[in-house]
């Protein structure tokens, strides 16, 4: 199939950075998106993302005439809902939360293809879904058109696998799975992506394609489960979970990930439910790594209680709040909570985010710079690990800060001589 016009509905960390890709590959893309904010935004030559490499693409993009963007989608020859997929949290029962996909987004989306859809055209659902979605949710509103999908229009679905930081090369070099209602749709969604993508096209069904994306952030979420729970395994025995790690990681076949403050993002920390929401009794593996993850906020918290013999009061410098080094996004941030529930429990926080220095977020006081952060802090939090964070060495930490006591939960501040600047470390962990 051959393709000269596209509608990206979604203008999003992967909408964005798709459209305006496609846009200098030669395609006519109309970027659409519903929030009036992130479209005036970029009619003024702004961006509302954080990504390394984006302004310059999306300002390419725009300027060439090759990318437009609207409220609304219009005919063309395919179109790629990349629209936000977040869960929300019911309640089940006394203390217990359940938390499910929130599929409105790619509901009203679907919805707004339906007067633009033509024989003839492909629709590609990229936002990460529960199984099924596209056989069972997505193809029976596309189907109000009185076209059928697979007969009359290319249905496929194809995750997007890009890591946040890295995007845009990932998007054209990683590997990319498009599954079709028919064999002739996962074709023409090949056909499309080949446009731009370097790695390889695998092409299956749409349902392989749903499930291959869930499995893949399930894997890892998992992963770093087993982690953390080795953190807190290390410091019940008195070991050093990092020495411990790299060890077992000389094992040609052992690779253990990096345990932290928890598990944050819109991704890793959701994708596992839509698996357990649409199998609840097939699942308790996941589940409890869901549990070990979200309980690792609360492990730091007692780890800096044990630190400063009581919270009550201690001025502590929080240091990164994003979810992961060297991204800007707060979103599910388990270095956020931390700071959060520190300050519940009668701390006075100062947070410092650098790449959000002027974040004004509900229940945790940020500040503009690393300086305010630390000027009368007892106590300094290492949270994310940002190069700019880890880059700091002790005698400038001494000369900004008198605290002397040092948490380090990622591991950022290892190998150098803190002591010999006069500061006590505690790393998550490793139990003194
Ligand atoms: N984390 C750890 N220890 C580790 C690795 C990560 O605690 O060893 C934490 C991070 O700090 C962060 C969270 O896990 O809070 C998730 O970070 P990440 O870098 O593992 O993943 P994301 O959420 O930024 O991106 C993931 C990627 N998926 C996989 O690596 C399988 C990416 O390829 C996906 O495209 C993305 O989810 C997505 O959009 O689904």
Request: charge should be negative.
């Amino acid at each position: 199939m051959t393709f000269t016009k596209l509608c990206v509905l979604g203008l999003g960390y992967i909408g964005l950075p798709t459209a305006s890709t496609f846009a200098t590959h030669g395609l006519q893309v109309v970027g659409v998106d519903v929030n009036p904010h992130v479209l005036e935004t970029l009619r003024n030559s702004g961006i509302h993302i954080h990504e390394p490499g984006l302004r310059t693409l999306v300002e390419a993009a725009l300027k060439s005439g090759k990318l437009t963007v609207s409220e609304k989608p219009e005919e063309a020859d395919a179109f790629i809902i990349a629209v936000p997929t977040p869960f929300s949290i019911d309640d089940i029962g006394p203390g217990i939360t359940w938390k499910q996909a929130d599929m409105r987004a790619v509901q009203a989306a679907t919805e707004a293809i339906v007067p633009h859809l033509r024989k003839g055209n492909l629709v590609v659902l990229e936002s990460t879904s529960p199984p099924l979605t596209t056989a069972e949710m997505v193809t029976p509103i596309l189907e109000h058109s009185g076209l059928r999908a697979g007969r009359d229009f290319h249905l496929a679905y194809s995750p997007e696998r890009v890591l946040p930081g890295q995007i845009l090369r990932e998007l054209i070099e990683n590997a990319r799975v498009i599954g079709g209602v028919t064999p002739a749709s996962a074709q023409a969604g090949a056909d499309l992506y080949a446009l731009f993508v370097k790695g390889e096209i695998v092409q299956t069904d749409a349902t392989t394609a749903e499930m291959v994306k869930l499995m893949e952030n399930t894997y890892r979420d998992v992963n770093i489960a087993i982690a953390n729970e080795f953190a807190r395994l290390a410091d019940h025995f008195g070991i050093d979970v990092w020495e411990a790690i790299a060890l077992a990681n000389r094992h040609p076949r052992v690779k253990i990930l990096k345990p932290g403050p928890g598990v944050g993002g819109h991704c890793i920390s959701v994708d596992p439910w839509f698996l357990v929401e649409a199998a609840p009794e097939l699942t308790p593996l996941i589940q409890a790594a869901r549990e070990v993850n979200d309980s690792q906020p609360q492990f730091v918290v007692e780890l800096v209680e044990r630190a400063l013999g009581s919270l009550k009061g201690k001025k502590i410098a929080a240091l990164g709040l994003a979810y992961k080094p060297d991204v800007d996004d707060l979103r599910e941030s388990p270095a956020l909570e931390i700071a959060h529930w520190l300050q519940r429990a009668g701390a006075a926080v100062k947070a410092f985010e650098p790449f959000k220095p002027d974040a004004d977020l509900p229940g945790v006081t940020a500040v503009p710079t690393l300086a305010a952060a630390l000027e009368d802090a007892e106590a300094v939090l290492l949270l994310v690990n940002h190069s700019e964070l880890r880059a700091l060495v002790p005698e400038q930490l001494a000369a900004l800060t008198p605290a002397r006591i040092l948490i380090d939960t990622v591991n950022g501040w290892a190998g150098k001589d803190w002591a010999g600047a006069g500061f006590e470390v505690f790393r998550l962990g490793v139990r003194k």
